[in-house]
């Protein structure tokens, strides 16, 4: 069975300062895709980006990038010039077939 | 917004009891799919229908059920509470069950069981 792991339950980041959430991932299949998750004390769960696990290029959208690296089953998001709106719960996900599978989530605070 | 819609937003009941929670989903999406978060299992999928038909079950008991309707909208039964069944219960809903479509999230229901 597939399994998604966050090592780090809270990550603190100043201000326009980068930070980095780890996240690694076990399945035997070749194609599947990779998610990483935004929930804000509000609870709404925002998809913030998403990898297909064909494609070489790491994903970017504005201040979100990954650091996909298949071999070592390994999906990292960085959050550069990070905002005090980037403070929340942030989860990764793995989705082969019809459902997603979901890290523990990484808490992440924003220091002004 | 995301275009899913979940009702009720809150409730509290007691143990032993049954709770309907409800979903509509994106205007032209066919699958639904029901995840709980708690805080001591995360987030878990329970359970996918599409376009009325049971798809896929994840870590659903067998107190729970669900159905998707003709007109597309799904509700999720949970019977013979507990205290351990506190949590938010999501809805997402996406075109289709492939792994190219996206899946787009309700804002959830909270349950609280007392």
């Known amino acids: 069975a597939q399994t998604v792991t966050q090592s780090q339950p809270e990550m603190s980041v100043q201000e326009a300062e980068t930070v980095t959430l780890s996240c690694t991932y076990d399945t035997s299949e070749s194609d599947y895709y990779l998610f990483w998750y935004k929930q804000p004390p509000s609870r709404q769960m925002i998809l913030v980006i998403r990898?297909?696990?064909?494609?070489?290029q790491n994903a970017t959208e504005n201040r979100f990038s990954v650091n996909f690296q298949k071999a070592a089953k390994s999906f990292s998001l960085k959050i550069s010039d990070s905002q005090l709106g980037d403070a929340a719960m942030y989860f990764c996900a793995y989705r082969r077939q019809g459902n997603l599978i979901f890290g523990k989530g990484t808490k992440l605070s924003v220091k002004p | 917004d995301s275009g899913v819609t979940q009702t009720p937003k809150h409730l509290i009941t007691a143990t032993g009891q049954r709770v309907t929670l409800r979903c509509s989903p994106r205007?032209?999406?066919?699958?639904v799919y029901w995840y709980q978060q708690s805080l001591d299992q995360g987030l878990q999928f329970l359970i996918q229908y599409y376009n009325g038909e049971e798809r896929a079950k994840g870590n659903i008991l067998e107190r729970f059920s669900a159905q998707q309707f003709p007109d597309l909208h799904s509700e999720l039964n949970l019977s013979s509470l507990e205290l351990g069944d506190s949590a938010l219960y999501f809805c997402a809903s996406s075109v289709d069950s492939g792994t190219f479509y996206e899946q787009y999230f309700g804002p959830g229901t909270r349950l609280t069981v007392t």
């Open positions: 205007s032209g999406d066919l699958s």
């Open positions: 990898q297909e696990a064909y494609k070489q």
